[in-house]
């Protein structure tokens, strides 16, 4: 396509509107360099067109770098926003672990408050009760004293009695009158005097006791107050373990973070040395409250070693029995004895099953040997121990059959020792070679017997 060909002032020829913007703008700069070197000169004439089409470049030119600079102000704007907003976050972050840390010490004093208000309420109540006592036993001395005051005042003589009525008219009853009474005859009558003495030696003995009951109550309630002040006993002995065994207590506290264990049997040994230590204080819990004890692992440790021994105890108790111990026990006695250890050992059986998922995380946390609690640690060893239990009960068994020559009892004990094995080998989940042989020698026995 041909493109318009346009003229310019001075007689020259512009191709396209382009040409012209770019023609033209150069002259323009070119203006004040000129003007500078010479004298002034009348500026060439810019046809109108010429300038609009350089205006409309020009605001193209402005257009498309406000476009190309508006998404990068945007994302100027987005970034600080965004900036903005993490601290804010932040902030807010920080200032609720603040809150959280102030609620924390917050509950710790009312922990402690609550606990002093109870205090405060137990010493008051005592107090109370102790003014009550005092206020009864002083009432019933100035009772006492007030009757005795009586008591020992002058009674005023009494008025003299009316005299008797006149006798009846002798003319109406028909007889002579009587004769008149004889006068009182003072001297033969006897006087009772005022024991002065004793009445002072009464009113000095209540006194006394008065003054000792005074006396106790006081000293109840220095007591009282005493302990209230931190001057008991107790609390003062407490405030020497805190003085003097600090060292102590510290090397425990550095023992029980810092060992490490092998098996339980070490825990075994390390919590009955700790007990040792511990039993030296006054007041074990009053005197650890007052250090950084680590009561959690303590306490774990303690139960692992005393849920270990008692199973272990169990364990040994049926480990000894037998049946050739050469006591004079009858059979049924004997039985009994048997069931009641296999009891034992499913009662222990269970405590240990929930033990291992209560307890056995917080155990792993600490550092505890909890292999012991698997299936292959003592567990494999109760249900040893319950087949061992059947083996002594079917063997009790045969050797009262044996001893029974008139067969009159042998089935019901047959029958109980199947029951008894058939719950072993349940409980066990199954019998070893023994404990079979043991059986079959039983059913053997018993046939010939009922045959």
């Not at 509950?107 to 205090?119: F, P, V």
């Not at 006068?183 to 000792?212: C, F």
């Not at 021994?309 to 006695?333: H, I, M, Q, Y």
């Not at 048997?338 to 240990?352: F, P, V």
Request: charged residues 25%; proline residues 7%.
């Amino acid at each position: 396509m041909k493109q318009p060909v346009l003229s310019n002032s001075h007689g020259g020829r512009i191709s396209s509107p382009s040409v012209a913007a770019r023609t033209r703008v150069p002259r323009a700069a070119a203006a004040p360099i000129k003007e500078a070197s010479s004298s002034p000169a009348p500026a060439p004439a810019t046809p109108p067109r010429a300038r609009r089409l350089v205006r409309v470049s020009t605001k193209e030119e402005r257009v498309v770098t406000a476009a190309a600079a508006k998404p990068k102000r945007h994302k100027d704007d987005t970034e600080e926003e965004m900036r903005k907003l993490r601290g804010e976050v932040e902030a807010l972050r920080k200032e609720v672990e603040r809150l959280q840390l102030v609620n924390t010490e917050l509950e710790c004093d009312k922990s402690g408050l609550t606990h002093q208000l109870a205090l405060a309420r137990c010493t008051i109540t005592r107090l109370q009760e102790q003014h009550d006592i005092h206020k009864a036993q002083t009432a019933a001395a100035q009772r006492s004293n007030q009757k005795d005051d009586a008591m020992s005042r002058p009674q005023p003589p009494k008025p003299p009695s009316p005299p008797p009525p006149p006798p009846p008219s002798s003319k109406i009853l028909g007889r002579a009158p009587a004769p008149p009474p004889p006068p009182p005859q003072h001297g033969k009558i006897s006087t009772v005097n005022k024991a002065t003495a004793l009445v002072e030696m009464y009113n000095s003995l209540n006194k006394r006791d008065t003054k000792k009951a005074v006396a106790v109550s006081a000293a109840h309630h220095n007591s009282i107050v005493g302990e209230l002040q931190n001057r008991s006993t107790h609390l003062l002995a407490i405030k020497t373990d805190v003085e003097t065994k600090g060292e102590l207590i510290n090397g425990l506290i550095n023992k029980v973070h810092t060992n490490t264990y092998t098996d339980v049997e070490q825990v075994l040994t390390f919590v009955d040395w700790l007990d040792q230590q511990l039993s030296t204080l006054s007041d074990e819990t009053g005197v650890l409250k007052h250090f950084s004890w680590p009561e959690k692992k303590a306490d774990a440790l303690r139960e692992a070693a005393f849920e270990y021994r008692d199973l272990k105890c169990v364990v040994t108790e049926v480990s000894s029995l037998s049946v050739d111990d050469g006591s004079p026990t009858s059979c049924e006695a004997t039985l009994r004895k048997i069931s009641s250890l296999l009891d034992k050992l499913e009662k222990s059986m269970k405590r240990l099953l929930s033990l291992r998922s209560s307890a056995m995380p917080c155990y792993k946390q600490f550092g505890i040997p909890t292999e012991w609690m698997l299936d292959s640690g003592i567990a494999s060893k109760i249900k040893v121990a319950s087949v061992a239990l059947a083996k002594v009960h079917m063997k009790r068994v045969l050797k009262e059959i044996v001893a029974d020559t008139g067969g009159g009892n042998t089935a019901a004990l047959v029958a109980q020792s199947v029951r008894f094995t058939y719950r072993v080998h349940q409980f066990a989940g199954g019998l070893d070679s023994e404990a079979m042989r043991a059986f079959e020698e039983l059913t053997q026995r018993s046939r010939l017997t009922t045959a």
